[in-house]
């Protein structure tokens, strides 16, 4: 007779003891968020700080040298202000090549090219042929030689002069003569038979020079440094500066909006010159950012450790992929000087030759294989350091060669 035992008696299911399952989600706690997060927030919060201390940095001046809202050292806001409140002068800048035109036509209208050779040689034809107005000067400054055969055709300019030297005028030019000694220098000039020239160097050939036709006047100075807000005060700058510059009522600068260049060297320009200033900063800040990152995720490396290899490979095997590798690239004379070193190293050991630097002497090696085989040393030489073999016949008989002579050499 069977009987049946009675089902194991099923426990409550609040006595039963917690267990975790392997498949439950791990709690998160701020703990592992901290350890998770902590070198990313670091790295956002260095950035912020970064970018805040950019912003915080003032701009620099947008203006460029010879601008007339610059007070920067190479800008001419001290002339232009001087000129507007004691002389009454109205000034303004002109970029477009038909606000250079309009100045030109312009009556009573002094036009100051500041950088002459930043205009094409088409722009400069255009604005020459334009009927200027009446009561007229333009002033050239530093211009090259477009700009001299286009409006003052006949002269040329002839040597530099440092742009520090202080001159006289000697010369009858009004505003020159009541300035009198300036900081000239720079290009200067071979005149025309009717131009006027002031402030000549030793040779005679002169800094300043006028062209006057009717009612209008062409000022050529081979320097612009004396305009600037650096270099006013000396000598008889503001005076020349102010004669030229104030003698009528209207008072246009020509401004490139792309001109970078320098009153000491006006025409250089670099790639760096055209980037705008927002996009080193930018380059900077993503600099940095790449740093932080580079910090972030670099870890430190251990010890090295030796392994044994999956495989042992055989010599030959090793030497033969080489020869196939040598063959493929049709690197003959590479493979060649490898049989060559290495029959050189095995021959001066089997000599007692020194090599411990690198491969024996040539001299010493060849002598004392020659004394050891009989042979010429012209022969060993040819045979050691001769030159790549042509074909493969060649390499195939340079290597019997090199077995030969070092069976040859380890014989008693």
Excluded at 201 to 223: E, M
Aim: proline fraction near 8%; glycine fraction near 8%.
């Amino acid at each position: 007779m069977t009987t049946t035992a009675p089902p194991p008696a099923t426990a409550d299911p609040a006595e039963l003891p917690a267990v975790d399952r392997p498949d439950a989600a791990p709690r998160t706690t701020l703990r592992t968020l901290w350890r998770r997060w902590r070198w990313r927030l670091v790295a956002v919060l260095a950035v912020l700080v970064v970018g805040a201390m950019v912003a915080g940095i003032p701009a620099s001046s947008s203006s460029g040298p010879l601008d007339p809202r610059s007070g920067d050292p190479s800008g001419t806001r001290a002339v232009d202000q001087i000129l507007r409140n004691t002389y009454g002068v109205t000034s303004r800048t002109a970029t477009t090549e038909s606000e250079l035109a309009a100045a030109l036509r312009a009556d009573d209208t002094t036009l100051v090219l500041t950088f002459p050779a930043e205009l094409t040689e088409q722009e400069i034809t255009r604005l020459a042929a334009i009927p200027r107005g009446a009561n007229s000067r333009l002033v050239l400054l530093d211009p090259d030689h477009s700009a001299l055969n286009a409006f003052a055709p006949g002269v040329s300019g002839a040597s530099y002069v440092p742009e520090s030297t202080v001159v006289a005028p000697a010369c009858t030019l009004p505003e020159a003569a009541n300035a009198g000694a300036a900081e000239l220098g720079g290009e200067s000039y071979h005149l025309g038979a009717h131009d006027v020239g002031c402030y000549p160097d030793a040779d005679g050939r002169h800094s300043v020079l006028s062209r006057t036709t009717g009612s209008q006047q062409v000022i050529v100075l081979g320097s612009r440094r004396m305009f600037t807000n650096e270099r006013l005060d000396h000598e008889g700058n503001a005076a020349l500066a102010f004669g030229l510059l104030g003698a009528h009522h209207q008072l246009v600068w020509q401004l490139p909006d792309h001109a970078v260049a320098t009153p000491d060297a006006p025409h250089d320009k670099t790639i760096g010159d055209l980037v705008p200033a927002g996009w080193s900063w930018g380059a900077l800040q993503l600099l940095f950012a790449a740093l932080l990152a580079v910090v972030w995720r670099a870890r430190r490396l251990g010890p090295v450790l030796s392994e044994r290899l999956p495989a042992v490979v055989r010599a030959s095997e090793t030497t033969e992929g080489r020869a196939r590798l040598y063959h493929r690239a049709n690197a003959r004379g590479h493979a060649a000087e490898t049989l060559r070193r290495a029959a050189r190293r095995r021959t001066a050991t089997a000599l007692g030759l020194p090599h411990t630097s690198g491969d024996p002497d040539p001299a010493a090696l060849t002598e004392a294989a020659a004394a050891r085989l009989g042979r010429p040393s012209a022969d060993l030489q040819q045979l050691l350091y001769g030159p790549a073999p042509s074909d493969d016949a060649a390499l195939l008989r340079l290597a019997d060669d090199l077995d030969d002579m070092e069976w040859q050499v380890r014989q008693p």
